[in-house]
């Protein structure tokens, strides 16, 4: 469910991030709050922990395996606002030393996986154990607590990823009208995300949340997150309708600043796109050549660029031919030094 | 005494298929204990400091995002091209390996999208092409730098220190932690000699105890900072 | 031919680190015990993950049975369970080895994955149990025992298997003298029922006590 860099405009990265920084502020504020000072370092631990969890092969049917988000599960083990903070970090690590979602794409990655997933996960889970008689309720109830919120966590959560992907078709596109970041719209992202999702990842995040959850459980369950603040009233998801409504807002916002910009789709002047055919043009950019079919020199059009631009074009043309060549010959020589040490 | 069955030798020929998860998970963990342990011989982007190079790094793809001028994304290539044919052989593969694997994964997801309308084609050969760019430059921050140095630049940007402590700790624990998956699941690899019945309950006793001994680390920690003089002050740090 | 046959193994943890081993060669035959003397990092635990194929020499060459073990050996499902199965391993820290949320599971892990029939699998559980003084601790979770209850459940998973050969990593640091002299009297009888024994320790005592002989390994 990670977002890679660049399938999302850096608008939607932006403002994806705008959104998440209340939702850290609101989450460290709590956890200052709610856990004893010695749980502190438990938000590094959580974090590795959290890192970890999503390493880990689960097994499935016929010996193939898949991940887990977890974030669920950390919210069970570690209470929804520490596993908010947790997951960032982890997920902060996998961008930036694992290139595993994108370093721009972050927040949005924050938004489904840290936000959206563990507190939504939580909250069904309390649920579901208010219902099934509260703090005294079976294990059993827990368990299906615990599976029930995971697995709508994370289809919520991949939802909330197709949404981003399926608008961005929708909000930015070039002036021939063709999608500058993902393709996909709503009618294709949505399924595309959410049927893997409730077949396969929900189940295998629900199966890992369990088993995970049960030992600990059966083990030691004065160390999950309830057991810490059952002296404390539940003060229940009321304390989240702000941050939520707060999302909400900017999420319904974005369109409206973009338009604004002038730069959003469907909003052209006659003028205004004139001039964008202009660029368009001046960026080598020639709709109506691409309509005939493509060919890889689309990547590399700038041949007929005028003055300056030509001889850059050239120029850079050169410099990309002389270092591929290098990278090339070197990656060549690899097999006939390296093979003899491997083998 | 020792039980009689114990006396012989069991005739036993194991079943042939079974699951292959706790290996795949070591291998995978194995991966990533070995980047974030001590890199060695990684200290070949000593021309600019990490503070320098995480700034510019941000700059690039922020600029590689945003950039929709195709010879603006050239001269970003050859930059970055550029510097890569200057780097050794072995490093190289390892810097292009994961950015060519996921430009050819976005290739394949985009392939669709271009069959159906080829009038984008262009645009989702630019995403490909800003997918590999993004990653090279990723890798290549990645390959000369050391992530306490990332952390010691996150505090020149003035990231508050209670983050980077837990950033610190975390990178730490990673280490731990994943040694001790490792060795668990090594120990329940040489056990599960047969068909894997209870698989999930593995799972579950596996990431279970590693919680907990997660749990018992953080308040250990938490004592010996307590030990060391600290006072609940995290803004100090 | 041996049961064990190490030839000249060399290794080390990353292509420029130092070598823990160094052209290392020894074969046990069945139903020997060898004890291995060494300081701490001179390469025990090294060469027992070679010896139960979880790691793997540089150079040189394991045999186990007349089979050499390397990694493409062990990729085969059926290969690497009946190498597990024949080989036993009590790691150095016991905690590792307790993945089960009860005593009890956590020695039927093994007998569980051979498919036996429950009514022998209770029976052997409850004999290892018994070998040990366990059966109050059965419905417990391992994670709470002590240190010296953890090792001797971490054994009894080992012996439930049946292994043929007993790879055991200190079994008796950080243990009382009466459990100590108990782990002893039982490592004799294995030794007398005909298991292959390697038992690293720094215990000269130990060695003279049961090993047939000793071989020390020198840091290098």
């Known amino acids: 469910m990670h977002i890679p860099e660049n399938y999302l405009s850096p608008v939607s990265c932006a403002v994806m991030g705008a959104a998440m920084i209340p939702v850290w502020i609101h989450a460290v504020k709590k956890t200052n709050e709610e856990l004893p000072k010695e749980k502190i370092p438990l938000l590094g631990v959580g974090a590795a922990f959290s890192f970890l969890g999503m390493m880990f092969n689960v097994p499935l049917v016929g010996g193939t395996t898949g991940h887990a988000v977890g974030g669920t599960l950390i919210a069970l083990l570690f209470g929804p606002n520490a596993a908010c903070i947790a997951v960032s970090i982890a997920l ?85 009208g063709n999608a500058l970041y993902c393709p996909y719209d709503l009618s294709v992202a949505i399924p595309a995300m959410t049927i893997p999702h409730l077949l396969v990842a929900g189940v295998v995040e629900a199966v890992f949340t369990v088993a995970v959850f049960a030992l600990v459980q059966k083990t030691a369950p004065d160390l999950t997150y309830e057991r810490l603040r059952t002296e404390r009233p539940e003060a229940g998801g009321k304390r989240y309708v702000p941050i939520f409504a707060l999302i909400a807002a900017l999420i319904a916002a974005t369109p409206l600043g973009l338009l604004a910009t002038g730069t959003a789709w469907g909003e052209w002047g006659a ?19 691409l309509a005939n079919g493509w060919e890889m020199n689309v990547l590399m059009p700038d041949y007929s660029l005028e003055g300056m631009n030509e001889v850059v074009a050239y120029i850079l043309s050169a410099i990309i031919g002389v270092a591929l060549l290098v990278i090339l010959f070197k990656l060549i020589s690899i097999p006939m030094k390296g093979r003899k040490q491997s083998a | 005494m020792i039980p009689n069955w114990m006396r012989s030798t069991d005739r036993y020929v194991p079943p042939r298929d079974g699951g292959t998860f706790a290996i795949r998970t070591i291998q995978s963990l194995g991966g990533v204990m070995s980047r974030l342990q001590v890199q060695r011989g990684q200290q070949q982007g000593r021309a600019l400091p990490a503070f320098w190079k995480l700034l510019l790094l941000l700059v690039m793809l922020v600029a590689v995002s945003v950039l929709q001028n195709r010879l603006a994304l050239m001269a970003v290539t050859a930059l ?40 984008g084609a262009s645009n989702q050969l630019v995403i490909v092409w800003k997918v590999f760019l993004s990653l090279t430059m990723l890798n290549m921050f990645n390959r000369t730098t050391q992530w306490n140095e990332i952390t010691t630049a996150l505090r020149r940007l003035h990231v508050p220190g209670i983050f980077v402590f837990t950033l610190d700790l975390t990178l730490k624990y990673i280490v731990l932690l994943g040694t001790l998956i490792c060795d668990l699941l090594s120990a329940l690899q ?17 990431m279970g105890v590693t919680f907990l001994r997660s749990a018992e680390l953080s308040r250990e920690t938490y004592e010996a900072m307590v030990c060391r003089g600290f006072t609940d002050d995290y803004k100090g740090l | 031919m041996k049961l064990i046959e190490l030839d000249k193994i060399t290794f080390a943890y990353a292509p420029d680190e130092a070598l823990v081993l160094r052209e ?55 290969d690497q369970k009946r190498f597990h199965k024949r080989v036993g391993y009590l790691f150095q820290n016991p905690d590792v080895m307790l993945f089960n949320g009860t005593v009890y599971d956590e020695i039927a892990f093994g007998p569980r994955q051979m498919g036996l029939p429950n009514a022998e699998l209770e029976a052997r559980v409850g004999d290892c149990l018994d070998l040990f003084d366990l059966r109050p601790l059965a419905g417990k979770a391992p994670y709470h025992l002590s240190g010296g209850q953890k090792k001797q459940v971490a054994l009894a998973a080992v012996l439930a298997l049946n292994p043929e050969v007993l790879i055991l990593d200190e079994p008796l640091a950080g243990l009382d003298r009466k459990t100590q002299e108990k782990l002893l009297r039982l ?26 002989r000793s071989v020390v390994l020198e840091k290098e």
């Open chain 1, 92 to 176: 902060l690590l996998q961008a930036v030393i694992f290139g595993d979602g994108g370093v721009l794409a972050f927040g949005a990655n924050c938004f489904n996986m840290a936000f959206v997933l563990p507190y939504l996960g939580y909250a069904v889970y309390r649920l579901i154990v208010k219902a099934g008689g509260g703090e005294n309720c079976k294990p059993l109830t827990r368990y299906i607590g615990a599976a029930v919120g995971s697995y709508v966590g994370l289809n919520v959560a991949a939802l909330c990823a197709a949404v981003e992907f399926g608008i961005q078709p929708m909000l930015f596109r070039d002036a021939a």
């Open chain 1, 271 to 289: 003028d205004e796109i004139a001039e964008v055919v202009q660029n368009g043009k001046a960026l080598g950019y020639t709709p109506q050549g």
């Open chain 2, 80 to 119: 970055v091209l550029g510097t890569l044919s200057f780097w050794p052989a072995k490093r190289l593969w390892q810097t292009l390996k994961s950015a060519l694997a996921a430009a050819g994964l976005t290739l394949l997801l985009l392939l669709p999208a271009m069959l159906l309308h080829p009038a």
């Open chain 2, 190 to 206: 040489l056990r599960a000699v047969g068909r894997h019945e209870r698989k999930y309950q593995s799972v579950g006793g596996v």
């Open chain 3, 24 to 78: 290392f060669s020894l074969s046990v035959g069945e139903g020997e015990c060898v004890a291995l003397l060494g300081d701490n990092g001179a390469g025990k635990t090294t060469l027992f993950r070679i010896l139960n194929g979880l790691s793997f020499p540089q150079q040189g060459s394991y045999r186990f049975d007349g089979v050499e073990i390397t990694a493409a050996y062990l990729k085969k499902q059926a």
């Open chain 3, 187 to 212: 490592l004799r009888e294995l030794k007398a029922a005909g298991k292959t024994i390697l038992i690293a320790t720094h215990d000269p005592e130990v060695s003279s006590a049961l090993a047939d």
